[in-house]
């Protein structure tokens, strides 16, 4: 069983469109993370949820909007998509917002805005 | 001001060479500290971390690191390199201020043969 898992793998789209990407964890962690890793791999965070509650959110543009259902899953939504918004996005999650916890990554989704 | 530094974006070494990759972090406060590995096309995982306890900390797949408060460093080490280690590697760092939580910008391990 994957333990974090990411909906879609690929993801190819015009600017100007809305997609989502899905995440869901089955390790009964509490905290669950978005981060986007850049084309030169520099990964940053983005969101941070913990029980369903928005604990870190980053500077990052409103048209990126997370939502969290129940604390198995945490989605992404993305707005009037842009070139820059092409990168590869991962979703974390761990078994609590403490900081000395490790973080479970899914294996990515890659982003093409065209 | 950068929280975390790696030092060399990429690294080459021969199979069966010693692997040094080098990570500095910048805090007054010893933080927590953590290496991961991304593999071609994959997810980050969990080498080993550190966390105020032991100063050696030994991960998995032979790779251990020293946490050296008086450099500010969390060197990571393997003594004998294999192909399969040639990966991405991140040196991460948490408890610097708030809740946040940086990665340096990795090293790329490349394993001749």
């Known amino acids: 069983d994957t333990a974090v898992s990411q909906t879609p793998k690929y993801l190819v789209t015009q600017m100007g469109n809305d997609k989502s990407i899905k995440c869901e964890q089955n390790l009964g962690h509490d905290t669950m993370y978005w981060y986007k890793q850049d084309s030169k791999k520099f990964l940053k965070i983005m969101f941070s949820?913990?029980?369903?509650?928005?604990?870190i959110n980053e500077t990052v543009p409103n048209r990126f909007s997370p939502k969290s259902p129940d604390k198995a899953h945490l989605n992404l939504h993305i707005n009037s998509l842009e070139l820059g918004d092409s990168a590869v996005y991962f979703c974390?999650?761990?078994?609590?917002?403490?900081?000395?916890?490790?973080?479970?990554f899914g294996p990515g989704t890659r982003l093409l805005v065209l | 001001a950068q929280s975390v530094t790696q030092l060399g974006s990429h690294v080459s070494v021969s199979e069966g060479a010693l692997v040094l990759l080098r990570c500095n972090y910048s805090?007054?406060?010893?933080?927590?500290l953590f290496w991961y590995v991304q593999y071609p096309n994959q997810g980050l995982q969990l080498l080993l971390k550190?966390?105020?306890?032991?100063?050696l900390v030994k991960g998995i797949n032979g790779f251990e690191a020293e946490f050296k408060k008086s450099e500010t460093s969390f060197h990571l080490t393997k003594p004998s390199a294999h192909m399969s280690d040639a990966a991405e590697y991140f040196c991460a760092v948490s408890g610097l201020t708030g809740n946040q939580f940086y990665f340096g910008t990795g090293t790329s391990l490349t394993v001749i043969p």
């Open positions: 550190y966390t105020s306890a032991a100063t």
């Open positions: 805090s007054s406060v010893p933080p927590y």
């Open positions: 974390a999650s761990s078994g609590t917002p403490a900081l000395e916890e490790t973080q479970y």
């Open positions: 949820y913990n029980n369903k509650e928005l604990i």
